[in-house]
């Protein structure tokens, strides 16, 4: 079946450094992609999203990478800090009927270390 | 900025028993979600909500599950028979909007634990 996964389960960076997280989706049928940030006991939050007829979105510190022909999408975060610790992960929607179906990875752990 | 709250944070039930979980979307939102997450898995998706009826549903979404819209307010999960694997973090969410390019808007999440 289809699934979206990432590469990495766990990233260490430094305060100050730029962080990139990497997901692979394989669903040719998706047309929108989100990352969400998760912190411990807390929902998912919306960081950024991108549709599938774009390559390239940037937010304040987020950047969104897509390439359709490899089927990756990364998130770059810019100056990352400790608040920005979390887990990560991104989400794929499809088209099914009339409605979108969304399809998340399992996410990466990113850890600032101040 | 308005939120998705979800009440209980924690509810312990023993299996076989019937649990409801409840939420309630920001209030200018017409799309409901119901997400589930297993601990240390991924997010999965598991039903959607709009004018009062299921949009979409996932095969989890079987007939232990059912939503309900009581009030002008209030979105609710029931779980019937509830099993051991029924165990997990459960997510509501809202949408303005439906479509691709919408995002949702989680609730913090009830953590369901059956003993």
């Known amino acids: 079946g289809e699934s979206v996964g990432l590469h990495l389960p766990t990233l260490s960076v430094q305060e100050g450094d730029n962080s990139i997280i990497n997901c692979a989706y394989s669903?040719?049928?998706?047309?929108?992609f989100i990352w969400y940030k998760q912190e411990s006991g807390k929902g998912p939050q919306f960081i950024i999203d991108i549709r599938s007829n774009m390559d390239k979105r940037q937010g304040q510190r987020v950047t969104v990478l897509l390439n359709k022909t490899v089927k990756h999408l990364s998130l770059q975060i810019a100056a990352t800090q400790p608040g920005d610790s979390a887990v990560y992960f991104c989400?794929?929607?499809?088209?099914?009927?009339?409605?979108?179906?969304?399809?998340f990875g399992r996410g990466t752990s990113l850890i600032v270390h101040p | 900025e308005p939120e998705v709250t979800q009440t209980p944070s924690h509810q312990v039930t023993q299996m076989g028993q019937e649990v409801i979980l409840r939420c309630v979307p920001i209030?200018?939102?017409?799309?409901f979600y119901w997400y589930r997450q297993i601990l240390g898995q991924k997010v999965e998706f598991l039903v959607s909500?709009?004018?009062?009826?299921?949009?979409?549903k996932s095969e989890i979404f079987d007939d232990q599950f059912s939503v309900e819209r009581p009030d002008g307010s209030n979105f609710t999960l029931k779980i019937r028979s509830t099993k051991l694997e029924d165990s997990a973090m459960y997510f509501c969410a809202s949408s303005e909007l439906s479509g691709a390019n919408q995002p949702q808007h989680f609730g913090d999440g009830t953590r369901l634990s059956i003993l």
């Open positions: 669903n040719s049928a998706s047309d929108y």
């Open positions: 909500f709009y004018n009062n009826e299921i949009s979409e």
């Open positions: 989400a794929e929607n499809w088209r099914t009927g009339g409605s979108y179906i969304p399809t």
């Open positions: 209030s200018n939102h017409l799309y």
